[in-house]
């Protein structure tokens, strides 16, 4: 039976943290609400992770933030750049050499403005999402990032065809 990692409050209002055994997500956070917890988030818990008390914890400041999806999309941005970097490389070849053989999506992939627009939108993303992260996550800072990703795209936009 999977084990699911848990935060809820209680009935004063304070948070506990813990682990169950449930067959599902729905199960776990019925049974987190049968026993009158409110949960904040459940979710499945690695394999290491074993049974841990239930007992009320005191709430932690942190200085780090957790962003899933700003890492989520940095990865698929990069996933997306190494593709596109494939795409320029196999269709650059096909132009400079003869081969035995054509790849046509590659060729019409290589000529469309369209994915050369999104690999430039996900190098500034990358760029300065990387900025963003040496300057410890500052929101003014990440503001002003936006702007510029946002102005430098809009001012690539308007001089290629």
């Not at 449930?22 to 690695?46: H, M, N």
Request: net charge positive.
């Amino acid at each position: 039976m999977p084990i699911y990692q848990y935060k809820a409050t209680g009935d004063n209002n304070q948070e506990t943290t813990g682990t169950l055994d449930a067959l599902s997500l729905q199960a776990a956070r019925e049974e987190l609400v049968s026993k009158g917890l409110d949960p904040i988030e459940i979710f499945q818990a690695p394999s290491t992770v074993h049974q841990q008390s239930t007992a009320p914890v005191a709430k932690k400041t942190s200085n780090t933030a957790y962003l899933p999806l700003f890492e989520t999309l940095r990865l698929y941005a990069g996933w997306l750049l190494a593709w596109y970097a494939l795409i320029y490389i196999v269709g650059a070849y096909q132009f400079t050499k003869e081969l035995p053989f054509r790849i046509p999506y590659a060729e019409s992939l290589f000529l469309s403005p369209l994915v050369l627009s999104f690999t430039f939108a996900a190098f500034i993303f990358l760029l300065l999402s990387s900025v963003y992260i040496l300057l410890k996550r500052n929101k003014i800072v990440a503001f002003l990032l936006c702007i510029i990703g946002v102005a430098t795209f809009l001012l690539y936009r308007m001089n290629v065809q």
